[in-house]
Every structure is written in C-alpha cells, then in structure tokens.
Nanobody, 126 residues
Framework: QAQLVESGGGSVQAGGSLRLSCASS????????MAWFRQGPGKERERVAS????????DYADSVKGRFTISRDNTNYTVDLQMTSLKPEDTATYYC???????????????????WGQGTQVTVSS
C-alpha cells in the first residue's frame, strides 16, 4: 500500500537549517524514484530534489543547489531533505513524492509522480 508521511517542518530564521524526513512504506519505496516538492502561496508545485533509491543518484533544482541535500535510508525506507542557508523564498509546504524509475531526474513535473504525502510546512523569516 502506498504511503508517504513527512515530518520535520517548522519555522526558522533566514540562514538557519531544517531537516525534513519522509517515511515510506516498503511498497512505495520500491517504486525507486523519490523526490521532494514544494509549493509556496500562489505558486505552482516545483520539484526541489529527487533521488534514485537504488543507486543514490540525486538531482536538484538550481535554486537549492549547494544548500539542500537529499538522502535515503534503504533499511528504514526513509528519504530526508537537509536544508541549510534557508531563505525567506524557501517558505512553502514541502511534499514527499514517489514514482517509477523511468526518467527519474528528467521528469520534474508534479504530474509525473504517482504517490504523495500530506505535506509539511516550512516557514523562513527574514
């Protein structure tokens, strides 16, 4: 059964750090392409980072490169997003998502993902 549950959101000042975690069922984790998306007020949902759980290969949006790190734990079926040097424009609801392996990093649209968590709020104040 597909299941994704996010945790770790909160409020932080600009320049601070947060770590988000996505707990997945084994079934969903084995879809093998997992990602973090975010959606700010009045904005479209955008892919922040993706990870191919088999190899650990990753891909990032330009806006977060060098600041965010996505990682996975193949034992506990979790995917984390470490966020550093946070900016007010990072404020959004962050979602964990999963899909099949084909074009894992190339397919950045939300519509390409089959499974979604409920989201966790991240607020960065200036």
């Amino acid at each position: 059964q597909a299941q994704l549950v996010e945790s770790g959101g909160g409020s932080v000042q600009a320049g601070g750090s947060l770590r988000l975690s996505c707990a997945s069922s084994e079934y969903t984790y084995r879809t093998v392409c997992m990602a973090w998306f975010r959606q700010g007020p009045g904005k479209e949902r955008e892919r922040v980072a993706s990870i191919y759980t088999v190899s650990g290969s990753t891909d990032y949006a330009d806006s977060v490169k060098g600041r965010f790190t996505i990682s996975r734990d193949n034992t506990n079926y979790t995917v984390d997003l470490q966020m550093t040097s946070l900016k007010p424009e990072d404020t959004a609801t962050y979602y964990c998502a999963a899909r099949g392996a084909y074009a894992c990093h190339a397919s950045t649209r939300a519509s390409a993902y089959n499974y979604w968590g409920q989201g966790t709020q991240v607020t960065v104040s200036s």
